[in-house]
């Protein structure tokens, strides 16, 4: 009998809570801060960020990075039969070290994002370090793989035809899901269901023999890496040797963008060669020849790298690409010094462990990303400054286009390390007083955004005659006895002569712009608030700051009359060399008995 669509859908449950029991089981920790990540990801689709949306995806960043750890050393432990206590233990512990790196990282030079990539890619990889051999780990990394791909593919399935059959109902008897319900359904599908059915299908055996030839997935990965992949690499060896004769007959120097070729090509080689390493005894041409020319065809193409970024590291100092594609080198290189000895030659164990050990001290150290990056930059900012260490050498000067664009790529260097405390030394002792202050703010960018403007580097042109800003996140206004509010009003510039003459009654308030002045009428009583020159007092950042990160500047103005108004400015425009306000959007705080008429 063929089964039903329904009986589809009760078997796929059916599977999909099995493997999550299975994860439960086997992985706790894990599973515990996978809930916690899909607790976390329903709240957001709510609107509701913990601690706060600028640190809501770090905390994230932070569980997966400890769930991740704690799988590893999970599998590390099952791999060597220790007793469950220590399984479950040693779990919690890793996974407490690498999520506390994570959340504090930044604060003392790691770098998360590699500390997060190596733990996730050493899940196959840990129960085989010191035991085992390379094909074991070849064939659990093969089934390892297969299990995660098929759970996140059931797990796409089973929310698709769930959507279609809560469709078909809505269509056919006008009854359905809210929109949140179904974005509640997909976060809870994709960030607990199908991690925890991926988990489960982990394979629990260490030591199983490579599957025969007549296995259908094997031999598929034979034909895809013996026809397709090995030749691809043969070719792109070939022409990367022919640049290399044209550089020395030419005797010019590598173009910049040999390095990412050169990476691909060097990542593409070494994960061949894992993939390729269960058929390297086959008489297939494109293998047996990639396996003898592996180590030869790599060589060239890392020095062409070597020469590339040296050249460039010493003239632009390090940045984070470039970091990385000298460990490229590195890695790739020890690999291939590595098959001089006969006891790791061949080893695919050592091809995937070195890169996954120089990734992981990228993450953290004085040798680390985030420490090189910010050594070099700095020491080439403060040079072309003509500082000294401890001197204000920074300030807002006039400098020629090149070295304007030069320094505000060296500065976005280091804020992409984390590291813009470094030029914190060089400021004059007012900025550096606002840059640090601006670190402790909830936005992740807000100290860059005021040293580039105080070091003028963001401030518009003089060709530039609009600026304005718009301030898009939430704010907590203190009252502080005004007991009315209006709702966001839009007011503009007016001519003295377009305004009204005398007072109508109206409906609401109703506010325009009169030149530096901010006029507000409430029912038959208009008051005049000098605006202009309170938002002058406003810090340049504010103009700087994307919207969806800039809290609402609030204003306290006193009228002319002596009443008072406090203005929350959700929009400016600003207009002119002078910087008339043109527009803006508000929302107006004011005590009702001091617009009665008299």
């Not at 020629?400 to 030029?423: C, K, M």
């Not at 504010?542 to 009359?561: C, K, Q, S």
Request: hydrophobic share 55%; aromatic share 8%.
């Amino acid at each position: 009998m063929v089964p039903t669509g329904s009986a589809r859908i009760r078997r796929l449950t059916a599977a999909l809570a099995r493997g999550a029991g299975t994860a439960a089981a086997r992985f706790p920790v894990a599973t515990l801060l996978i809930v916690a990540i899909s607790l976390l990801s329903n709240l957001a689709v709510r609107e509701r960020f913990i601690p706060n949306e600028a640190d809501f995806p770090w905390l994230l960043a932070s569980l997966y990075g400890a769930a991740a750890s704690a799988v590893v050393a999970t599998l590390a432990a099952e791999a060597r039969s220790l007793a469950a206590p220590l399984r479950h233990g040693g779990a919690l512990a890793v996974s407490a070290v690498i999520g506390f790196a994570v959340w504090f990282g930044p604060r003392f030079g790691i770098f998360p994002p590699a500390l997060i990539a190596a733990v996730t890619l050493a899940v196959p990889l840990s129960p085989f370090v010191g035991r085992g051999d390379g094909m074991r780990f070849w064939t659990y990394t093969l089934w390892t793989f297969v299990g995660v791909v098929l759970a996140f593919l059931s797990v796409l399935l089973f929310t698709l035809g769930l959507s279609a059959i809560l469709e078909m109902i809505r269509f056919l008897f006008a009854v359905g899901l809210s929109g949140d319900a179904y974005e509640h359904i997909f976060v809870a599908a994709f960030t607990l269901v199908g991690p925890l059915f991926a988990l489960g299908r982990v394979p629990t055996g260490f030591d199983e023999a490579l599957p025969g030839p007549e296995d259908r997935l094997v031999a598929g990965v034979r034909i895809m890496v013996g026809w397709i992949a090995a030749p691809l690499a043969l070719v792109t060896a070939l022409v990367l040797h022919l640049y290399a004769v044209k550089i020395l007959s030419t005797a010019s120097l590598p173009a910049n963008e040999i390095g990412w070729i050169v990476t691909f090509f060097a990542l593409l080689v070494l994960s061949l060669r894992i993939a390729i390493a269960p058929f390297l005894s086959e008489s297939t041409p494109p293998i047996r020849l990639f396996g003898r020319s592996y180590v030869a065809i790599l060589v060239v193409p890392l020095v062409l790298l070597a020469i590339a970024a040296t050249i460039r590291i010493a003239a632009e100092g390090a940045t984070l690409p470039r970091y990385y594609l000298a460990l490229g080198i590195l890695a790739a290189g020890l690999v291939v010094a590595m098959q001089a000895v006969k006891r790791l030659r061949g080893d695919i164990r050592v091809m995937a462990g070195v890169p996954l050990v120089l990734l992981a001290l990228s993450s953290f150290g004085p040798w680390g990303a985030a420490s090189t990056v910010g050594r070099s930059q700095t020491a080439l900012i403060v040079a072309e400054a003509g500082g000294a260490a401890g001197a204000a050498t920074l300030s807002d000067a006039d400098r020629d286009p090149v070295a304007q664009r030069r320094l505000r790529s060296r500065l976005r260097a280091l804020e992409e390390a984390g590291q813009i405390a470094r030029v914190l030394p060089y400021l004059d002792p007012a900025l550096r007083e606002r840059v640090a202050a601006a670190e402790t703010r909830v936005t992740d960018t807000a100290a860059f955004d005021v040293l580039m403007v105080g070091l003028g580097l963001s401030r518009p042109s003089a060709l530039q005659t609009v600026r304005s800003f718009t301030a898009a996140a939430g704010v907590i206004v203190e009252t502080d006895g005004f007991d009315r509010a209006t709702t966001e009003l839009s007011v503009a510039a007016m001519a003295a002569g377009d305004a009204p003459v005398e007072p109508v009654p109206v409906a609401g308030p109703v506010a325009w712009i009169e030149g530096d002045r901010l006029v507000v009428r409430i029912g038959t009583v208009d008051d005049r608030f000098d605006l202009a020159p309170a938002v002058a007092q406003l810090p340049e950042a504010v103009f700087a700051t994307e919207p969806e990160r800039l809290v609402p500047p609030v204003l306290d103005l006193e009228g002319a009359a002596g009443r008072r108004l406090r203005v929350v400015l959700r929009q400016l425009i600003q207009e002119g060399n002078d910087g008339a306000i043109s527009a803006a959007t508000v929302i107006l705080f004011f005590r009702a008995s001091e617009w009665e008429p008299i």
